[in-house]
């Protein structure tokens, strides 16, 4: 028994030292004892809800990086979900009429790359096809109908861009020095000039041997497209 007090003596002995250089744990041992059952679940539900608001913010963060602060005079709008189509021809956009959008403005994407020659620069996407009060339909370069008018690189080499799930640049002069990795940019009268397509790709022959054709490679991940920017004319 004497045993035992004397342990006792040397445990509180040496818990009563612990505190007077260090305050902070007594806080915490009072804290400790004098929690209320259910205070923890509380305080569990909390951190739950914290960390949910983060999530959400990490995702508007992420929709901001696709508008960036450039001069460019335009609408910001927000794509409606494709899924499960996924097309790529036409999206629908949050914005229309009563944003002042109309038929044939340019629609661009910004790309935020990390390497590459369009590193944050914005890209030509498509145009505006239909416009209702709140909504406005956007024909893609993806649409197999599209063809529009583009120079490659610095030389400004002539070529017409031809749409599709995989766009291709057509009617490139046989005798016209190109390289992959050039980037294609728009000449279209309907269309600001000067604005990115994508860059050269897989450069080959047309069929006939007259022309040289290439893809167009684009560098953003279509599934990623949330927000777009609407160019005023």
Known sequence: MRKKNVFLGILIFGLLVLILFNPKLGWDLRSF???????????????????????????LGDLKEQLPKI???FTPALVYSR?????KNEILLN???????????AVTLFVKEKSGLLKNDEILLGRIKEVKERTSLVTTIFDPEWKSEAKIGKPGVEALVIGGGEPRLTLIKKEAKIQEGEVVYSTDERFPYGLPLGEVWNIGWSKDQLFQEADLKMNYDWSQIKAVMVLKK
């Open 71 to 73: 001069t460019t005079d």
């Open 33 to 59: 004892l004098a929690k209320e059952p259910g205070e923890e679940t509380e305080r569990e539900r909390l951190t739950l809800e914290n960390e949910s608001l983060k999530a959400e913010l990490i995702k």
């Open 83 to 87: 899924y499960p189509f996924n097309l």
């Open 95 to 105: 914005a229309g009429r009563g944003q002042g959008i109309g038929v044939n403005q």
